[in-house]
Each structure stands twice: as structure tokens, then as C-alpha cells.
């Protein structure tokens, strides 16, 4: 893992998907899909996610003109999915209302 971000829901699949991102600025790259995910995951602004330190630009993740995106590598395109679907089980087993509120009631 080259990203310094590194999310409470991050598995070894996951792993895999982003070790598959090859090029320039990979840790850039791996950590603008983590905050995407988790944005994406948490109801959260996506514009917002790419404002964060170590993320991209939205020109660079969306492209420009002729010039297509990183969101149009294959690579970063799968890591995103599977760190999003992983991301949406933790807000909602892990995080979520509901489970903390059984738990507090067994407790």
C-alpha cells in the first residue's frame, strides 16, 4: 500500500485492486480512490473528496477535452468499485445506527 490514507475498511482485496495501478503518481492515485469510496459511501460530496490533501484535481480524475480522466483506467476503475461496495458494507454493518443501538441494548 504506497497511499499514506489508509480507511478502518481497507481488506487484502482491495489491496490487490490498487497494487494493480501502475503509472505516475500512484499513491495520488490510490488515495483519491480510498476518499472517493469512502465519500461515495457516506453519502458525502465527491467534489469535496477530490479537494482533500493527496487527492486529485477534478480535471485530472474527470479529464479534460480529449483527455480522458484517471476514472477512465481500468485499474483505478476496479479498485474504486471494490473499495466502494467494501466501504458501503462497513458504513452500514460497522457504522451504522442500527447495529450500534442493538449493540448497546445487549450490552
Known sequence: MRSRYVPDWLTYEVEQALAAIDGEHVAKKEATVLRLAQAIAAGESQAAALRLPGTCSKNIWYGVGDKPG??????????????????????????GRAIQNALDTLV
Not at 481500468?74 to 457504522?95: C, F, G, M, N, S
Request: hydrophobic share 50%.
Open 70 to 95: 484517471w476514472k477512465d483506467d481500468p485499474a483505478i476503475a476496479r479498485a474504486l468499485d471494490l473499495a466502494t461496495q467494501r466501504a458501503r458494507w462497513w458504513v452500514r454493518v460497522k457504522e
